[in-house]
């Protein structure tokens, strides 16, 4: 049967003892994009990965990646993916050159085509001019290109990323964000686990929040934050006189400290902001400034995970798509 999607999981459970660490978790990830797992230390990520990744058996559940069973084809789904794991697998005491020949031979590339694969990757992950030097002396993000280049050399179209960039400076951590996303423009598929949000929201096209071996909250990043509250408006005024009307007719209360703005809950679409100053207007009040704060994913993953009474009322079923 073709499967229409990269990766499908359906009613995955995995249990080590007594501990059940995946309550039978459900996923799908279109070709060419970008999942990112979310959730605390111990919430599941990792032997999501390690079992889609063919190095971990489920005890129950069906999962297929690339178009492969998992429990049944693994050799098929061995050559389909790419695996960088929270640690490196780079050799130090080889060249970037010969690790990457390695990676080759192991996949039996062929001495030609493995050479000319090699160089592309050295090119492509600007380590031309490191190539001759061991990967003892790279810096933390030159071993990570190093990693992901290694990862690449069978060409996987799903390729899973288990915490990328743990570790990395600011710069070379956006280094690799261009990467990826260089990665997905290609076609490939990544699944992502990560413990930094703002890489989730600049990579993913969709955010899987797991808690305690439940999938508690999938969807777009946009669609989860409009799904958390806290969401407002900030209006300053001119001068007291229209603060004080406009606190009438949007029936709010000036603080003490109001310092001449008003905090309005609102969601921030075009049509709410559009009736807000509409009304506004109407009573002719003048409005100097105009601020949307809107809920980020530090807001989504406080309000999913921790104790299932803290969530929000919608349930999982509300904020899938």
Do not use: C
């Not at 999607?5 to 459900?26: C, M, N, P, W, Y």
């Not at 084809?73 to 690790?99: H, M, P």
């Amino acid at each position: 049967m073709m499967r229409r999607q990269a990766i499908e999981v359906t009613g995955l459970r995995k249990s080590f003892g007594d501990h059940l660490v995946l309550d039978g978790i459900e996923l799908g990830v279109p070709a060419g994009t970008v999942l990112a797992l979310l959730g605390p230390n111990g919430a599941g990520k990792t032997t999501i990965v390690n079992i889609l990744s063919t190095l971990l058996k489920a005890d129950s559940g069906q999962a297929w990646v690339g178009g492969h069973d998992v429990a049944t084809e693994a050799d098929a789904v061995r050559k389909s993916i790419g695996v960088t794991g929270q640690f490196s697998a780079v050799d130090n005491l080889l060249t970037g050159e010969e690790n990457l020949r390695l990676m080759a031979d192991l996949h039996h590339l062929g001495r030609s085509t493995g050479r000319q694969r090699v160089a592309q990757l050295l090119e492509r992950f600007d380590l031309l001019e490191a190539r001759n030097k061991t990967a003892a002396t790279y810096s933390g993000g030159m071993r990570r290109r190093l990693d992901i280049a290694m990862t690449l050399v069978s060409e996987p179209s799903v390729i899973f990323l288990d915490e990328p960039t743990t570790g990395l400076d600011p710069r070379s951590r956006r280094n690799m964000w261009d990467i990826v996303r260089g990665l997905v423009a290609d076609g490939v598929t990544v699944l992502l686990t990560t413990q930094y949000l703002e890489e989730a929201d600049a990579l993913a096209g969709r955010i899987a929040v797991l808690d305690h071996g439940k999938l508690v909250a999938e969807g777009a990043p946009e669609e989860l934050k409009r799904r958390v509250p806290g969401g407002h408006v900030r209006l300053r005024f001119p001068d007291g006189h229209n603060l004080e009307i406009a606190a009438k007719v949007l029936d709010h209360t000036i603080s003490a400290d109001h310092e001449l703005t008003l905090r309005v809950p609102d969601d921030g679409n075009i049509g709410s902001l559009r009736r807000l100053l509409d009304r506004l207007d109407d009573a002719s009040v003048e409005v100097d400034q105009l601020t949307v704060h809107t809920p980020d994913l530090d807001d989504v993953y406080l309000a999913f995970t921790g104790s299932p009474a803290e969530r929000p009322a919608e349930s999982i079923e509300a904020v899938t798509r």
